[in-house]
């Protein structure tokens, strides 16, 4: 049986001591291969035209073409590999936007290097990945409430949705895995794949998190 292929990265960050240093974090793991680093995001769509990365491991502020902005054009083509931020700042609307704009992960530079390998991983399977403290900062914008015409705009789009469908999202708004959402709507794992992947076709999303925000926004994932 032939190993699978190791997961490619390109780094991008303009401190060449980060880049180095995320380099040996990720070049320990056997299943992990940094195929190329940059330093601003304006090095970013050459890179990953050439060297096909899986996931691009973003810095935020960087100069010419931050990363916010080369996480929104990267993510705006086809084909895009996942992109998991990694930064020093927090600030919600750096998270909203990083994760409205297709951003599988959202981590703090201080994150341990082991969880730093595994929500590399984690996002090159299409999982997202959110440190505790973004986590807490998106509770807290959630529990504030959306504002009434964002609420409409979210339930207008989540309209399009067949009914099982429309359940699905909901689940996945509350933050479950696809084997909770299976046990919880009496379907099979491969049947919640299946919604999941006909919501974010027809809705235009990129992934589960911005379908999770969308689900916030709509005001539907209260328990």
Not at 102 to 128: N, Y
Not at 185 to 196: A, G, M
Request: charged share 25%.
């Amino acid at each position: 049986m032939s190993e699978r292929p190791a997961t490619a990265v390109l780094v991008v960050d303009d401190d060449p001591l980060v880049r180095a240093g995320l380099r040996m974090i990720l070049g320990g793991a056997g299943d992990l291969d940094v195929v190329g680093e940059a330093g601003s995001g304006a090095e970013v769509p050459e890179l990953v035209a050439r060297l096909r990365p899986d996931v691009v491991l973003m810095d935020l502020h960087m100069p010419g073409v931050d990363g916010l902005t080369a996480t929104e054009r990267l993510r705006a083509s086809p084909d895009a590999p996942e992109v998991l931020v990694l930064t020093a700042f927090e600030a919600d609307w750096h998270v909203r936007r990083a994760l409205r704009a297709g951003a599988g992960g959202f981590l703090l530079k201080d994150t341990p290097p082991a969880a730093i390998v595994a929500a590399v991983r984690r996002v090159a399977a299409g999982e997202p990945v959110l440190s505790p403290e973004v986590t807490r900062r998106l509770i807290g914008i959630v529990a504030g409430g959306p504002p009434a015409d964002r609420r409409r705009e979210a339930r207008d789009r989540l309209s399009a949705l067949h009914p099982r469908e429309t359940e699905v999202a909901v689940e996945v708004g509350r933050g479950c895995s696809n084997a909770e959402i299976a046990a919880a709507l009496h379907l099979s794992v491969p049947t919640v794949k299946t919604h999941v992947s006909a919501a974010l076709a027809k809705l235009g999303l990129n992934n589960r998190v911005q379908l999770a925000l969308l689900v916030h926004d709509a005001g539907l994932d209260a328990s």
